[in-house]
């Protein structure tokens, strides 16, 4: 019975009001002697763990009996030691005082978290304006900006090492002390606006009043950039075309009234068509060395390539239609040819001008291929100098042309059919369509962002690479601009503490421990880490310039660079 009574006490665990009347009960029995033996048989008989329900066996001491069976119908109880009355009482008590004693006190950790701060959706107080934007824009002069804070920033431009701005919220509220308000602001910045519009078109009457008075005195300005480049390169090739090809035209179109071939109306043709393309491209390079202005930052280097574009149109359209057309004509309506001796002296005074040409402009291309490091063949199919390459072609379009042009004019002599001086017509306006074709597909390709060479590529790669503050490259762009430009872009990975090391160095530690153990507070500490953090900001956005600075060193053709960081 005692085993199963044991079980039942672990089982389950009592309550409180259970403890209360097991120590009622025990007062009860230190009372009287009655009460005592009622106690002392409980606990003999084993009966106790029925009035302490709440404690486990390993809790509870426990006090049984040895039953023992001595023949059919007697049992005999043998008494174990049994302790005292006062003993178990204060056992007990014991037991119940324990958990309240032993009890720790509750510890609670308060964490110091940093209030998140809500900027809005427009936050411009910690912005920065340089002096002529505050005085363009809130209507100041440089006797109000005096009186500001002034800030050294890093200059963004490479000819300055660093410049002075101002806090846009000092500068705002400057304004308003001058203006009184922003109405009277926003009144003033109108009027300003009227005021420069009339400006603007003040000084474009003047300049054209100006220009008059050059053409009627004549201009004794210094040559200007825009003239000196026809005496050198690619303009040079350009004015010499020009004018032996014009020459050529006035003869062709003699020796075509004279004798009314139509392989020299084809090759008049083709020498007016090559003067006006010429004409076109001396524009297009005139255009080109333009200063870049706000409205185009890149400059005007792609106008070589559009002058090329038009240039291979215009040859399409005039050269190769008009020589199609009359070739077909002749064909239809074959008419008898007078004599040829004038044409085939002009012809041959054409092929040796036109030589010429071609001659100088396959130096001025091979020149420019080996200052590239390029193959001839390879600087013509990329276009690298599109200018150059229309005289190329026009000028090998216009041998071929004459040498087709004797031939089908020598058989027509020779065999008294004006057939074969028609198929020579369309025999030029042929190769006049295949020369144009080509310049208007290369030039497309380069109008429309040709990336540079690989080897060029994987060169500016490598040097960014090799950097210790750089620990990857992606998303690397770089495009022929023209005229030997390139811009290159890739986005940056850099390693924060080769950046963060690199400010440390410049530092004073004595003076940052000391600042590191007054931080006692988190707005001390947020102090501390935004100073030195913004300070961190610039050190990276130093080391971008450094990096750009370095690019553009060692390759002088890199003109922009665009470093995002990653």
């Known amino acids: 019975m005692l085993p199963g009574l044991a079980a039942a006490a672990a089982a389950h665990r009592c309550s409180w009001s259970s403890l209360c009347r097991l120590r009622l009960r025990c007062r009860a029995a230190a009372c009287g002697s009655s009460d005592l033996q009622e106690w002392q048989n409980l606990v003999t008989f084993g009966s106790f763990s029925n009035i302490v329900p709440c404690c486990t066996l390993n809790q509870v001491k426990l006090y049984s009996t040895n039953v023992q069976k001595e023949g059919q119908g007697s049992q005999t109880h ?5 302790p005292s009355f006062d003993e178990a009482a204060e056992n007990i008590g014991a037991e119940l005082k324990a958990p309240l004693i032993k009890q720790e006190p509750l510890q609670v950790r308060v964490k110091a978290v940093l209030k998140k701060r809500e900027y809005g959706p427009k936050y411009t107080q910690n912005n920065f304006i340089t002096g002529v934007r505050a005085m363009n824009e ?8 005096e009186q500001l804070r002034k800030i050294r920033r890093r200059s963004p431009h490479e000819d300055t090492e660093s410049f002075t701005v101002y806090l846009r919220s000092d500068v705002e509220a400057k304004s308003l002390e001058v203006w009184g308000s922003p109405e009277a602001l926003a009144r003033e910045k109108k009027l300003r606006k009227e005021a420069e519009i009339e400006y603007r078109e003040r000084l474009f009457r003047n300049q054209k009043i100006l220009r008059e008075y050059r053409e009627f005195l004549g201009n004794t300005k210094p040559r200007s950039r825009t003239t000196s480049v026809f005496f050198k390169g690619p303009g040079k090739v350009v004015m010499v075309a020009i004018c032996i090809n014009g020459l050529n035209c006035f003869f062709k179109f003699l020796a075509w009234i004279y004798t009314g071939s139509a392989s020299m109306f084809s090759e008049a043709i083709h020498s007016l068509s090559d003067t006006c393309n010429q004409a076109l491209l001396a524009l297009g390079i005139s255009k080109s060395v333009q200063t870049p202005d706000p409205t185009h930052p890149y400059g005007f280097s792609n106008m070589r390539y559009i002058a090329s574009l038009i240039s291979g149109v215009g040859i399409f359209m005039m050269g190769a239609g008009l ?22 002296c002009i012809l041959a005074g054409s092929l040796v001008s036109e030589g010429a040409t071609l001659l100088v402009a396959v130096n001025e ?5 080996r200052a590239k490091g390029m193959s001839l063949y390879k600087y013509v199919m990329e276009s690298r100098d599109p200018s150059t390459n229309v005289i190329l072609l026009e000028d090998t379009a216009a041998v071929l042309g004459v040498t087709i042009a004797a031939t089908c004019m020598g058989l027509t002599s020779i065999t008294g059919n004006p057939l074969y001086d028609s198929l020579g017509s369309l025999g030029v306006g042929t190769l ?31 040097l960014l690479e090799n950097d210790p503050s750089v620990r990857a490259i992606h998303d690397v762009k770089a495009t022929d601009l023209g005229l030997g430009k390139v811009r290159f872009k890739a986005e940056v990975d850099f390693d924060g503490r080769v950046v963060t090391r690199s400010y440390l160095e410049k530092q004073d530690f004595d003076q940052m421990l000391q600042e590191i153990q007054e931080v006692k507070t988190p707005e001390e500490l947020e102090t501390f880490m935004l100073k030195h953090g913004e300070n961190i900001i610039d050190t990276l956005g130093a080391e971008v310039d450094r990096l750009e600075k370095e690019l553009k060193k060692r390759n002088p053709e890199v003109r922009h660079v665009d470093l995002e960081i990653l």
């Open 78 to 82: 043998k008494m174990e030691k049994v």
């Open 323 to 344: 020589s199609w057309y009359h070739g077909v004509m002749g064909l239809l309506n074959p008419q008898p040819i007078e004599s040829l001796l004038w044409a085939y």
């Open 432 to 462: 006049l369509g295949v020369v144009s074709a080509f310049l208007i597909y290369t030039n497309t390709e380069a109008l429309l962002g040709r990336s540079i060479q690989p080897e060029q590529v994987q060169r500016l790669t490598e």
């Open 138 to 145: 809130f209507c100041l002069k440089s006797s109000d900006l």
């Open 365 to 369: 291309l091979r020149r420019s291929a």
